[in-house]
């Protein structure tokens, strides 16, 4: 595996050995998520506790192996001594500033190399401000009822025994140095024999995605100009963004501050952050993210009267093209008949009704607003910054239903009892229309759908030894007959011991 350009992600836990070695990161950048379970010590006490602290350019990434053992000492139950292998990396760095341990040259520091809820990148040939803690190579092969056994030890010596003695991770402030200027500042102070308290962060801005869905945001770049105070024993202090959306307040009295930064009505507010500076602490940092505040809102009618009904909408961008841009801002279910899509951001949009992720119960068919197929002819939703629009949504005419019937055999002629059923719409076979049945002790099946749509009918038997499926396409002939291979039984165990 190549590590040359990539971007390397890391779990927030790392067991090695005897413990744990927390690695989670509250970075401020493009491509890293804000929700770490871990504690961050400020940046004094990250340094006073790390046994080498430095700038240095990251030169290599390997990937290797650590020996993790799992002990029945740590767990409940009979489980047996183990060891496995635990995939980690070997981060080589070059020495641009020391600030505390070795003075130049090189270092090498291990860090996990797994994907969890909290994650860093590490790039080769970036820039970084790094922390680092000692890990445990080799557990405490302890005494008395429950010893490791020697070959355990053994095992665990010969893995690790060749590994740096020092880690680093997310919860040990490491990070890339562009976003850690003020922390280089604190740290040289200190290193310098003074202690310069302040506080300090960034101020970005997230949008929807479009293009994905799902309700996933996206980084939308740094704000700057915008106005952050900070009030506390010393009084109210305001300062502004820089270019990259950051602030600092330096040389700050002790005590308790409130953050919050000042946002126009076109944002979404932020809520004020608490920060204490302590001559302990150096102080701290407050990060904050905003959004757009546009809205569009409004209610569902059919045939002019105002409906309380069951409807997926998608709110869908449209490029200059009038094409929409992704799949959408989806799963918008509004069974009161009221809808709100919130922190918009400036653009021309359209409704898509049912068009994401179609309820197959809905009898509304799949369409835009007001009503039509093509979006070609969908009402195009202007909305400037801030900008509130309401918008009447007009809902298409209602499916006249039918009652899709049918039977599943297995392939020696026998019913096929059990077996789950559910109709495909052919205009979206990647859609879960939720009509769905299971086959009686006849086989037989019956499912409410509706007239003018297209189906197959799926049944999907399973078995002791996997999942059988097949698909046949409803018609107007008569019921749909489903031929289906029976799954082999699960393997009588009993019988085996």
């Known amino acids: 595996m190549s590590y040359n350009a990539a971007t390397v992600r890391l779990r927030s836990k790392l067991l090695v050995a005897s413990g744990l070695f927390a690695a989670c990161l509250a970075a401020l950048s493009a491509t890293t998520a804000v929700a770490c379970s871990c504690g961050i010590t400020p940046p004094v006490g990250a340094f006073r506790d790390s046994p080498a602290v430095f700038v240095g350019t990251l030169t290599a990434i390997r990937e290797t192996v650590v020996a993790k053992v799992n002990s029945p000492r740590w767990t409940e139950g009979d489980s047996p001594w183990e060891v496995n292998d635990h995939a980690i990396l070997v981060l080589t760095f070059r020495i641009d500033e020391s600030l505390k ?29 790094i922390y680092t803690q000692t890990w445990t190579k080799v557990p405490d092969p302890g005494s008395g009822d429950e010893p490791m056994p020697t070959s355990i030890l053994e095992r665990v010596q010969a893995t690790n025994k060749l590994l740096p003695d020092l880690a680093t991770g997310l919860c040990t402030r490491s990070g890339p140095l562009d976003a850690r200027q003020d922390e280089l500042e604190i740290i040289r102070s200190l290193k310098d024999g003074r202690i310069e308290t302040r506080i300090y962060g960034a101020v970005r801005r997230r949008e929807w995605n479009f293009e994905t869905g799902y309700h996933g945001m996206k980084d939308a770049g740094p704000m700057g100009g915008v106005l952050v105070t900070a009030t506390g024993p010393g009084g109210r202090f305001e300062t502004t963004t820089d270019g990259e959306g950051r602030y600092r307040f330096a040389n700050l009295a002790s005590g308790e501050y409130s953050i919050v930064p000042v946002f126009t009505k076109v944002y979404s507010p932020s809520p004020s952050t608490r920060v204490d500076v302590t001559p302990e602490s150096g102080g701290g940092s407050a990060y904050f993210w ?32 009038r094409s929409p841009t992704g799949v959408g801002l989806d799963h918008i279910r509004h069974p009161g008949g009221a809808f709100v899509f919130e922190r918009i951001p400036p653009g021309r949009y359209v409704i898509g009704i049912n068009r994401w992720s179609w309820r197959g119960k809905s009898p509304y068919p799949p369409t835009y607003h007001p009503g039509v197929e093509d979006v070609e002819q969908a009402a195009v939703i202007e909305l400037a ?14 499916l006249s239903e039918l009652t899709v019937t049918g039977v599943v055999v297995w392939t020696d002629g026998t019913p096929g009892t059990g077996a789950y059923v559910e109709l495909i719409d052919a205009a979206m076979p990647g859609i879960d ?11 037989r099946f019956s499912i409410r759908a509706f007239r003018d749509r297209s189906y197959s009918a799926r049944a999907t038997a399973n078995g002791g030894h996997g999942t059988r499926s097949h698909d046949v396409p409803i018609t107007s002939s008569g019921p749909a007959r489903i031929v289906i291979e029976r799954p082999p039984p699960a393997p009588d165990r009993d019988r085996e011991r």
């Open 101 to 129: 341990g070795p003075s130049a040259g090189t270092v090498e520091v291990v860090t996990d190399s797994s994907d969890t809820s909290c994650y860093a990148g590490f790039e080769k040939g970036r820039r970084y401000l």
């Open 290 to 321: 905003t959004s757009t505040n546009g809205r569009i809102a409004g209610r569902l009618f059919e045939s002019g009267k105002y409906v309380a009904s069951e409807v997926d909408l998608t709110l869908l961008a449209l490029g200059p093209d």
């Open 385 to 398: 910054a801030g900008q509130e629009i309401t918008v009447d949504v007009s809902l298409p005419a209602r």
């Open 433 to 443: 229309t939720e009509l769905t049945a299971i086959s009686d002790a006849e086989g």
